[in-house]
């Protein structure tokens, strides 16, 4: 997994709303950039409203969240429109960014092992290096430690 100091990857990927981003896209601004297992899952429904309720606070940083998970465009616009998520999230379904940033990892559930998102989150400055990484995320309170680290 990458940590504070290194460049963050740059990337170019498909966004809900049938949009395309690249990280060199948000130089200039703060990125909190979150990586998630799955769409309307119980923690990361929680995640990205948590997000999204203190996506004002947020910005008055010159900040911008983006979520990224595996699930599709398609599946991210149905997300977005329920939950009414007001930030982009990035399909990412082969991967690749997740592979980038070190979060897609061997995962062992009821003894099962598969691969998938660690939940983590990084904040990467205004240049496009890391400030922070926040491995392993608990979703209950993530957010406030991301507004302190900010």
């Keep these: 997994m990458l940590e504070a100091g290194d460049r963050a990857p740059d990337f170019t990927a498909e966004t809900t709303g049938g949009k395309s981003a690249s990280l060199k896209d948000f130089r200039g601004k703060t990125v909190v950039l979150y990586f998630y297992p799955k769409d309307n ?7 990205a409203c948590a997000f999204r309720d203190n996506l004002s ?4 940083k010159n900040t911008v969240v983006l979520g990224v998970s595996p699930d599709s465009v398609a599946s991210h616009d149905r997300f977005t429109e329920k939950h009414e998520l007001t930030f982009p999230l990035i399909s990412d379904p082969d991967h690749a960014i997740a592979e980038a940033y070190g979060v897609w990892v061997e995962k062992n559930r009821y003894g099962k092992k598969s691969m998938g998102i660690q939940r983590s989150t990084f904040i990467i400055d205004e240049k496009g290096k890391i400030k922070a990484v926040f491995p392993k995320v608990k979703v209950d309170g993530h957010v406030d430690e991301v507004l302190e680290a900010l």
């Design 57 to 60: 606070r947020i910005k008055r």
């Design 41 to 47: 899952t119980p923690g990361c429904t929680r995640e």
